[in-house]
């Protein structure tokens, strides 16, 4: 089966950059929708980006869309997500996810059963 582990996390200032970073392994579909999700105290957990592996095609929140890039590294087996220009509500435990086959996004962020441990993020 698929394991994701996210790294990463950690504390930053407003206005400055992490990058995060989901491994991956246990394949066993050709290609993957994988996704970044985020989840905030007393917030619902939501989709901030997603790549489609196969296509290359990526998908982005508003709320995050031009200072977050997702991106990954086949070789590595490696997800990232790089986050510039950090703001105090981007602070949340931050999640990488799986979902065999095509993206759903941008019609909906449904179908990810696969899932990491989580990786905090603080914005200070």
């Known amino acids: 089966h698929v394991q994701l582990v996210e790294s990463g996390g950690g504390s930053v200032q407003a206005g400055g950059s992490l990058r995060l970073s989901c491994t991956v392994s246990?394949?066993?579909?050709?290609?993957?929708?994988m996704g970044w999700f985020r989840q905030a105290p007393g917030k619902e957990r939501e989709g901030v980006a997603a790549?489609?592996?196969?296509?290359?095609?990526?998908y982005y929140a508003d709320s995050v869309k031009g200072r977050f890039t997702i991106s990954q590294d086949n070789a590595k087996n490696t997800l990232y997500l790089a986050m510039n220009s950090l703001k105090p509500e981007d602070a949340a435990m931050y999640y990488c996810?799986?979902?065999?086959?095509?993206?759903?996004?941008?019609?909906?962020?449904?179908?990810?059963?696969?899932w990491g441990q989580g990786t905090q993020v603080t914005v200070s």
């Open positions: 790549l489609y592996s196969s296509g290359g095609i990526s």
């Open positions: 246990g394949y066993t579909s050709a290609s993957y929708c």
């Open positions: 996810a799986a979902r065999p086959g095509w993206c759903p996004v941008p019609d909906g962020w449904d179908g990810f059963g696969y």
